[in-house]
């Protein structure tokens, strides 16, 4: 929609140049201004949007929003640059989560599972035509399924793909927020009716600094959101959240969690438990696997319950959810190939520790023989390197054999992240594999009946960055690929 002068200094809270008319459209990219666009100059980690506002100017904007002034183009100066994307975004696509229910998902573990949760269980009750899903792996609309390209989209996507939904019909939809999301402040004026914080472990520190700073942001969700708050109460930060934020409810095992986990029964087919809430007890059944797990669907379902969903829905839900992609995904069946291979996104010490404790506990033959856990892995470019050793070290006490391979190099050396990963590994089980297929086919031959292969770290991507640059890689079609070719069928 077009705003007009008067409404542009509302929105921005500055005064807006006299010469500009107004505008119906934003970005903060110059590539993609359009005539009657407002272009908005984001401070950028290596470069400030100020340096691209001629750019923007030439190729039709009428306005550009900055911290500062631009000489020579007409500037509405703003105190933050980020925070006046959001609001412009949003009052360019007509203020969509005003007339639907977004509810918001955070934490560092766990926030796609519950996600994929949360959406199963609202559209059981309400229609899958009525609801959405924005994470990490995929965007949901409806019944149309699109890739995502990061876990919390820039501002202008995030506004622009909930008008979207809201004009085909979508009512409720479920949001993974990401801490960076938070920060960048990408979901910035959302109208969020219910959220759910996860948990909280060492991660991102590269663009927080701290664990004070990352939990800080993790936190913002919560001042944003209008509705129902569920935080973990098994961890430290989710209790500590529920202390400092007022109406925060809780989730877990913990005695007097509001939503309390009890009589948790497991098997290689999935994981039943009852969660007991104040106007009863919910007996749930899902096809998911591991502690984590429970965790995650419970915190669904608490939702569920807490925004008036039918009892009878949320169960039918958990015990048809699906696979989640790229979260302990099985990709090759024990039945199958006499192992199982399995794909996990995991890419933190605490990550890797719960995905191969799942691992062990599925590992072994039908006869009750012992089988091996094995895991090929890498650590990402770029970011926190205190955690590759950390990595290493879990992946050797918890797996038989492990491959350290190349994950996200980015910019760096691939043999130097995979040594800092060794240093914390026993070097009696662990070898280095750069080449990621390598390792994984590797892994496949050495694998035998009952053993579980763990290819962890990229979960759903479908992008290697390189310093030599990005290349396709899909860590479930290559299993598949190499189980097909090495000719392990049949085992």
């Known amino acids: 929609m077009i705003l007009d002068r008067a409404k542009l200094t509302e929105v921005l809270g500055t005064e807006v140049p006299s010469g500009v008319r107004g505008v119906g459209g934003v970005t903060h990219d110059s590539r993609c201004a359009e005539p009657g666009f407002a272009f908005v100059a984001v401070p950028g980690f290596k470069r400030d949007g100020t340096e691209f506002a001629p750019e923007a100017f030439r190729r039709g904007a009428s306005l550009v929003v900055a911290e500062r002034d631009v000489p020579g183009v007409p500037t509405a100066v703003v105190a933050d640059a980020r925070g006046s994307l959001?609001?412009?975004?949003?009052?360019?696509?007509?203020?969509?989560?005003?007339?639907?229910?977004?509810?918001?998902?955070?934490?560092?573990?766990?926030?796609?599972?519950?996600?994929y949760a949360l959406h199963a269980i609202l559209a059981g009750a309400y229609g899958q035509d009525e609801c959405g899903l924005m994470t990490t792996a995929e965007t949901i609309s409806g019944g149309e399924r699109h890739r995502s390209v990061r876990t919390t989209p820039e501002a202008t996507e995030v506004q622009g793909t909930l008008a979207s939904m809201l004009e085909s019909g979508v009512r409720?939809?479920?949001?993974?927020?990401?801490?960076h999301g938070l920060s960048l402040r990408r979901v910035a004026g959302t109208r969020f009716a219910g959220a759910i914080f996860t948990n909280l472990t060492r991660d991102h520190l590269d663009l927080h600094g701290s664990m004070e700073d990352y939990y800080a942001a993790k936190r913002g969700l919560f001042y944003m959101t209008e509705g129902p708050r569920l935080a973990n109460a098994d961890d430290a930060y989710g209790r500590r959240l529920?202390?400092?934020?007022?109406?925060?409810?809780?989730?877990?095992?913990?005695?007097?969690?509001?939503?309390?986990?009890?009589?948790?029964?497991?098997?290689?087919?999935?994981?039943?438990?009852?969660?007991?809430h104040h106007e009863g007890v919910l007996e749930l059944q899902t096809p998911l696997l591991g502690p984590?797990?429970?965790?995650?669907?419970?915190?669904?379902?608490?939702?569920?319950?807490?925004?008036?969903?039918?009892?009878?829905?949320?169960?039918?839900?958990?015990?048809?959810?699906?696979q989640v992609p790229g979260r302990f995904e099985r990709i090759a069946a024990a039945g199958e190939y006499g192992f199982e291979v399995v794909v996990d996104y995991a890419h933190t010490d605490v990550g890797l520790d719960a995905v191969l404790r799942v691992a062990r506990g599925v590992a072994g033959g039908p006869d009750g023989s012992r089988g091996r856990v094995i895991c090929v892995f890498g650590a990402a470019g770029e970011r926190d390197r205190a955690k590759r050793p950390k990595m290493g070290r879990v992946a050797s006490l918890l797996a038989d054999m492990?491959?350290?391979?190349?994950?996200?190099?980015?910019?760096?050396?691939?043999?130097?992240?995979?040594?800092?990963v060794e240093a914390g590994s026993d070097l009696s089980r662990t070898s280095i594999e750069l080449d990621r297929r390598k390792a994984i086919r590797r892994a496949l031959e050495v694998a035998r009946a009952g053993d579980v292969v763990v290819v962890a770290g990229k979960g759903h991507e479908t992008v290697q960055h390189l310093p030599e640059g990005d290349v396709p890689f899909h860590d479930a079609m290559v299993v598949r690929e190499l189980l097909e070719e090495i000719g392990n069928k049949g085992r």
């Open 86 to 115: 959001a609001v412009l975004a949003r009052e360019v696509n007509g203020d969509p989560s005003r007339s639907m229910q977004v509810y918001g998902v955070t934490g560092t573990n766990g926030k796609t599972t519950t996600s």
């Open 402 to 420: 492990s491959l350290i391979t190349t994950d996200d190099a980015y910019s760096e050396d691939p043999g130097k992240i995979a040594r800092e």
């Open 172 to 179: 409720r939809v479920v949001m993974e927020v990401s801490s």
């Open 292 to 322: 984590y797990n429970v965790l995650n669907v419970a915190g669904a379902a608490s939702l569920a319950l807490a925004v008036g969903t039918d009892e009878g829905a949320v169960s039918r839900a958990v015990r048809r959810m699906g």
């Open 242 to 276: 529920a202390a400092e934020v007022e109406d925060v409810s809780t989730f877990g095992s913990t005695a007097g969690a509001d939503y309390r986990i009890a009589g948790v029964e497991t098997t290689r087919r999935g994981t039943g438990f009852a969660l007991h």
